[in-house]
């Protein structure tokens, strides 16, 4: 809800937030609304949308081509984002239940593949910085104010 909130904030947009590129079909421009669901789990979908999104907040990563136009390859991905995501979660929680439900695992030996130990010294700075980031998202989100019954 937090992200989904965050997202309909963007003053810039519209729709979905991954869509792909518009492509020339017979001739005439088409400009698809979204992605379809082939069912693919590797997350292929959304890695122009991501790299382009970490090439405007300056994270780090460079410039490469596949023979028709350059594009900007991340240093982290998605996937990285999942394994750091499940290891502070069970770092701050310590809760394998909570995070198998809240990750949509099926079971433990997920929890086992994505969390990694952290060290302790690491938790209280991930806590910080997770109440501070969800307190920015917060503040900038777009409230829904009531609508006044009629007298």
Wanted: overall charge positive; glycine content about 8%; some cysteine.
């Amino acid at each position: 809800p937090v992200t989904m909130s965050a997202l309909k904030s963007l003053p810039h947009r519209e729709g979905f937030v991954f869509r792909p590129p518009a492509k020339r079909v017979r001739g005439e421009i088409v400009a698809p609304l979204r992605y379809t669901d082939l069912g693919r789990q590797g997350g292929g979908q959304i890695a122009t949308a991501f790299g382009s999104a970490c090439r405007r907040a300056g994270l780090s990563g460079r410039m490469m081509t596949n023979g028709r136009r350059p594009y900007f390859q991340p240093d982290l991905g998605p996937h990285d984002l999942r394994h750091t995501w499940a290891s502070w979660q069970y770092a701050i929680h310590k809760d394998p239940l909570r995070l198998m439900v809240t990750g949509g695992w099926s079971s433990m030996t997920m929890i086992q593949r994505y969390t990694h130990l952290m060290p302790e010294a690491y938790v209280e700075p991930a806590k910080a910085w997770l109440t501070s980031s969800l307190q920015q998202i917060l503040a900038s989100a777009i409230t829904v104010q009531p609508i006044e019954e009629a007298a």
